[in-house]
């Protein structure tokens, strides 16, 4: 099983900012089953980038995914307020599927 | 725009069965999508259970499959978890969510429903 690790455990910015997330994965990832998701408080996640640069319908163009192999990043351009959230990075394994979730990082507000 | 809605008991005993059910409005279950499973105990990260097809093929998380099955009723448009012989150790949020068309991530997600296992 892949295991995802994300960091760091929690960012500290303010609005305006740029924030850069990890992802590791501990074997090579097909960057094609590679997803980013943001959850706040109370929410179920929301799916942001898939495809590990591919942004989901209706994600603002200041959220950008890259990486390829093992190590993947989220990248939000400019924070805005609304974007204070716990992140997790997915990816699908198969033989068997098997979908699974980095512990997140936890963007917080300096 | 498809919608997800769990529902089910929030409160189970122990060694009992968790059972679920997700309703999907905006769309059709018998569509060329997979449905899944998703869990989150309170304060932590996400675990995938497992996920059916709109042919009723199954794939479950290794960790789970022992105790759980996911179903397809596609005369009400939706499908269900039971997650048997649970402790403790399974109260989280239980979400549904739709496998993205093309596979490999999760493009919609009920709302979630907190499941307790307490006797």
């Known amino acids: 099983e892949i295991v995802l690790t994300q960091s760091p455990g929690t960012l500290s910015l303010s609005p305006g900012e740029r924030a850069t997330l990890s992802c590791r994965a501990s074997?090579?990832?097909?960057?094609?089953?590679l997803a980013w998701y943001q959850q706040k408080p109370g929410q179920a996640p929301r799916l942001l980038i898939y495809?590990?640069?591919n942004r989901a319908t209706g994600i603002p163009d200041r959220f950008s995914g890259s990486g390829s192999g093992t190590d993947f990043t989220l990248t939000i351009s400019r924070l805005e307020p609304e974007d204070f959230a716990v992140y997790y990075c997915q990816q699908f394994g198969t033989s068997p599927n098997l979908y699974t979730f980095g512990r997140g990082t936890e963007l917080e507000i300096k | 725009q498809v919608q997800l809605q769990e529902s089910g008991p929030g409160l189970v005993k122990p060694s009992g069965t968790l059972s679920l059910t997700c309703a999907v409005s905006g769309g059709s279950i018998s569509s060329s999508n997979w449905w899944s499973w998703v869990r989150q105990p309170p304060g932590k990260g996400l675990e995938w259970i497992g996920e059916?097809?709109?042919?009723?093929?199954?794939n479950y998380n290794p960790s789970l499959k022992s105790r759980v099955t996911i179903s397809l009723d596609k005369s009400k448009n939706q499908f269900s978890l039971n997650l048997s012989s649970v402790t403790a150790a399974d109260t989280a949020v239980y979400y549904c969510?739709?496998?993205?068309?093309?596979?490999?991530?999760?493009?919609?997600w009920g709302q979630g429903t907190l499941v307790t296992v307490s006797s």
């Open positions: 074997q090579s990832v097909s960057s094609s089953y």
């Open positions: 059916i097809s709109h042919s009723e093929n199954t």
């Open positions: 495809g590990a640069s």
């Open positions: 969510a739709r496998n993205a068309p093309g596979g490999w991530s999760l493009d919609y």
